[in-house]
């Protein structure tokens, strides 16, 4: 997704915000090495999430935390299993439990730090009903079971902790269609999402027929530095299931097909890339 004016002041806002979690001190430096990183890389078509990449990279380097969002990302998992009886039960109450648990993930999508209106995972607590009572507001889902099936493969790119308990009851549904799940989480700490340590906190790395790190420290997938195992799970993927904005931004200017994604459409450059609204809770997929 090419980055836009609004993308500037929210990415500045989460570098604040983590060098407030980590080193108070050095947010003078972390806002005036970003600022600097901005000025040289915002230009037209210029990618939100490889840009956002280098601002991050930087800022854990100045104030020399590898995981700034370490505490948090825990409390998200503990959030999220707390809720884990409700979204059983919902699914189990569905008429349709792989839209119902698509539902369910994508509400876990809240649980993102540092952002306007996102600040800690107790939100996802206050907000969990409503989130299921909203639905979708773009639903791909059947065109996403025609993709499922014995003999078939999914990989599941994996977005936040606590969102990522919660992707485990989609897990479920997809493997109950006989389709193989692979599970790609992150291979450095960047911002809440879930490495593959995060994923053995959570269970996920027994959810997952295979787990597999991207390698790499980037928001979403940097493709150009993907490894070769990487590139050939997505490459022979019958469906790959990307998770949250971040996978969206990074990977919606590629040719990696066919791909649904699925969030909560937290922003209006990420909604009006997608086409969707701001708030909504999205399940569209590309082929």
Do not use: W
């Amino acid at each position: 997704m090419e980055i836009t004016p609004e993308c500037i002041p929210c990415l500045l806002g989460r570098v604040l915000f983590e060098a407030e979690l980590c080193a108070p001190k050095r947010a003078d430096a972390a806002m005036r090495d970003s600022l600097k990183i901005l000025s040289e890389n915002y230009r037209p078509r210029a990618n939100s999430a490889e840009v956002a990449t280098r601002v991050h990279r930087r800022v854990y380097e100045i104030i020399g935390c590898k995981d700034p969002y370490a505490r948090l990302k825990e409390r998200s998992d503990e959030v999220a299993s707390s809720l884990l009886p409700r979204a059983k039960e919902y699914i189990d109450q569905s008429s349709d439990p792989l839209r119902a648990a698509a539902v369910v993930a994508i509400a876990g999508n809240v649980m993102d730090f540092g952002i306007p209106g996102h600040d800690a995972p107790e939100q996802l607590s206050a907000e969990f009903e409503a989130i299921l009572e909203q639905g979708l507001d773009i639903d791909d889902i059947d065109k996403m079971r025609q993709r499922l099936g014995p003999g078939k493969k999914v990989a599941y790119l994996l977005d936040n902790c606590g969102e990522g308990v919660l992707d485990r009851l989609l897990i479920e549904e997809i493997k109950r269609t006989g389709t193989k799940v692979v599970g790609v989480a992150k291979g450095e700490p960047v911002l809440t999402d879930v490495t593959i340590p995060d994923a053995e906190r959570a269970g996920l790395d027994e959810a997952f027929d295979e787990i597999i790190s991207t390698g790499m420290f980037a928001v979403g997938i940097d493709t150009r530095r993907m490894s070769d195992k990487l590139g050939e799970e997505l490459n022979s993927a019958d469906l790959i299931v990307a998770k949250g904005m971040a996978n969206f931004e990074s990977l919606s200017g590629t040719d990696f097909r066919p791909i649904i994604y699925l969030m909560r459409a937290k922003c209006r450059p990420v909604a009006r890339a997608i086409g969707a609204r701001k708030g909504d809770n999205v399940a569209k997929l590309f082929v």
